[in-house]
């Protein structure tokens, strides 16, 4: 069974940053690719950014390009997302996944979520 736990959201304003943690059980999770995904309230749950795990490619949804960046400590079974110039519109919940298969922008191609963390922007 494969845990994940995101850590690391709060209430900043727009402009500020912050680092979202996903800690994971299981010694194979540093062998499957990590997806970010957020959603915000009344909407539908929408992929951020993800990584492989072999070459460590990475790829972005247009609206946080060039914003955040994902990355991932293996030796430490943890992935992060580094979110710089936040703004309001990036206000949700953020939850990481482990890749299972299929496109990476589909919540279907993800098989393990965590639990979440909120991520609140202030204008």
């Known amino acids: 069974q494969v845990q994940l736990v995101e850590s690391g959201g709060g209430l900043v304003q727009a402009g500020d940053s912050l680092r979202l943690s996903c800690a994971a059980s299981g010694r194979t999770f540093s062998r499957y690719g990590v997806g970010w995904f957020r959603q915000a309230p009344g909407k539908e749950r929408e992929f951020v950014a993800a990584i492989t795990w072999r070459l460590g490619t990475t790829n972005y949804a247009d609206s946080v390009k060039g914003r955040f960046t994902i990355s991932r400590d293996n030796a430490k079974n943890t992935v992060y997302l580094q979110m710089n110039s936040l703004k309001p519109e990036d206000t949700g919940v953020y939850y990481c996944?482990?890749?299972?298969?299929?496109?990476?922008?589909?919540?279907?191609?993800?098989?393990?979520w965590g639990q979440g963390t909120q991520v609140t922007v202030s204008s």
């Open positions: 996944a482990r890749y299972y298969s299929g496109t990476h922008y589909y919540t279907e191609s993800y098989d393990y």
